[in-house]
């Protein structure tokens, strides 16, 4: 049996980056586990179930999923998984991941591992993106250097947050996903004319928001040479 580790926010994942990559491995017959910074239960961006911003049917759907899914509500700590047990490991994305996943040294180790040997993949959407530009091999290089990657834009977060990059909470933004992999020398092209946007470059998989979510979880089927579930 597959398995997938998700990497999952305590400051505010956004719903649909989770749960569909979530439901669609397993439909696909992956054994999941979730892990958070501390282990414990990740917190929702409550934008991301709210009607008016995604549509009933997509607010209804996360919180059916975030409230009653036993991975989510009982995680492990970041700290106690190892990439080299899971055949992928997949970072939901959210502005939350900006203060928690994308800052601690346990989450980006996954992703270093994850991405430098043979076997496993890395599937990271949308803020969870940022990570890259903090995160290095071994010999101390940027993961991302020379890697062809996408995620949250610049010109999107320019329609979030106020002149002082204050977000709509209040929280300051402490960077900007594309300044930060751009500055690790990441190739970025968040294709801004297209409805969606899933990279591959060897094993990491990058998507660029909410609407590449599924496509992004079919590519690592696709990458790991399963057949995804019928929709």
Avoid at 66 to 87: C, F, K, M, S
Wanted: aromatic residues 6%.
């Amino acid at each position: 049996m597959p398995s997938a580790l998700f990497v999952v926010s305590e400051e505010g994942y956004w719903g649909e980056e989770c749960v569909e990559p979530l439901t669609t491995l397993d439909e696909a017959g992956f054994d999941i586990t979730v892990a958070t910074p501390s282990g414990s239960p990740p917190v929702v961006d409550e934008r991301s179930i709210d009607p008016d911003t995604v549509g009933e049917e997509t607010a209804e759907r996360v919180r059916e999923v975030h409230e009653n899914d036993e991975r989510l509500n009982d995680p492990v700590p970041i700290a106690t998984v190892d990439a080299a047990d899971y055949d992928a490991v997949v970072l939901p994305g959210g502005h939350g991941t900006e203060w928690d996943v994308n800052q601690d040294r346990h989450a980006r180790k996954l992703v270093a591992d994850a991405v430098s040997g043979d076997e496993g993949k890395a599937l990271i959407l949308c803020h969870a993106v940022g990570i890259l530009g903090f995160t290095h091999t071994e010999e101390g290089k940027y993961v991302v250097s020379e890697r062809d990657v996408t995620g949250f834009p610049n010109e999107w977060e320019e329609e979030i947050v106020d002149e002082n990059d204050r977000m709509p909470d209040g929280r300051k933004l402490p960077y900007w996903v594309e300044d930060e992999v751009k500055a690790a020398g990441g190739n970025w092209d968040a294709e801004l004319d297209s409805d969606t946007s899933v990279t591959v470059d060897g094993d990491l998989i990058t998507g660029r928001g909410p609407e590449s979510s599924r496509a992004a979880a079919e590519t690592l089927l696709e990458e790991l040479g399963i057949e995804a579930p019928a929709k």
